[in-house]
């Protein structure tokens, strides 16, 4: 994973000493709507993922952009992200009743480095559409669980962990194990966009392409294969732009 991670780097520094003299390129930022989506296996079924948790969030971060020639470029840079997740208070045994009744809550933030290769299709003077793809490493900076129960006689709410269980941070040898998470995850990304002058729209969906859990027992009934996924819709501005 490392050598992934320094590949994508060196790529990016490579793009960006060859894009130095290109008259057409810029620097920005963005800011928009981010959905990280875990897909997890189906205990009685490792093949299939049919289970699904959807973080709701946001996405920030810089960008450089440059095209190279006859409408072929890149755009790379870093993003932010953040993204929640509310299971709902749910009954425990609803044959048996309404209560005890238990909820999860996880927080999700990373960071991630992305290259973009894209294609420019100018519609009109400045005005451009855009068609990309191209890999993101994701580095995972907490993924932060936490269980509440409400009681039927009184009505409090238990948090049953404490505070809340930092995934990542989760020795895959404890009893704790399968819910172990690997920080690294490498993502494939396709999309569209809309330019006009400085200002863009750009959305699109990642595929996520490691198992995120450190461990492979399925022996407990639980999930231990999946894929890290991500919607996002990002708008921004170009501040330094060069056409």
Request: charged content about 20%.
């Amino acid at each position: 994973m490392k050598k992934i991670f320094s590949t994508l780097l060196v790529m990016m520094l490579a793009l960006q000493a060859w894009a130095v003299d290109l008259p057409k390129q810029g620097f920005g930022m963005h800011i928009g709507w981010a959905q990280p989506t875990l897909r997890v296996n189906d205990p009685s079924a490792k093949d299939s993922l049919s289970h699904h948790l959807q973080f709701r969030g946001l996405k920030v971060g810089v960008v450089y952009d440059a095209s190279y020639i006859a409408g072929f470029g890149s755009s790379m840079g870093i993003n932010y992200t953040f993204g929640v997740y509310n299971s709902g208070w749910q009954s425990r045994n609803p044959a048996y009743g309404d209560y005890p009744k238990d909820r999860q809550l996880i927080t999700y933030h990373e960071l991630e480095a992305f290259v973009d290769w894209q294609y420019k299709f100018e519609v009109a003077k400045e005005t451009y559409l855009i068609l990309y793809t191209g890999p993101t490493i994701q580095c995972g900076l907490s993924l932060d669980w936490r269980k509440d129960t409400k009681d039927d006689i009184t009505g409090e709410v238990v948090t049953v962990n404490g505070d809340a269980i930092d995934a990542y941070k989760i020795d895959e040898d404890s009893s704790l194990g399968n819910n172990a998470f690997k920080r690294l995850n490498v993502t494939w990304g396709v999309g569209a966009g809309f330019q006009y002058k400085r200002y863009f729209l750009r959305g699109g969906y990642d595929f996520g392409l490691i198992n995120p859990y450190k461990k492979s027992d399925f022996a407990n009934g639980v999930h231990t294969r999946g894929r890290f996924d991500q919607w996002s819709i990002k708008i921004g501005m170009y501040f330094w732009y060069a056409d």
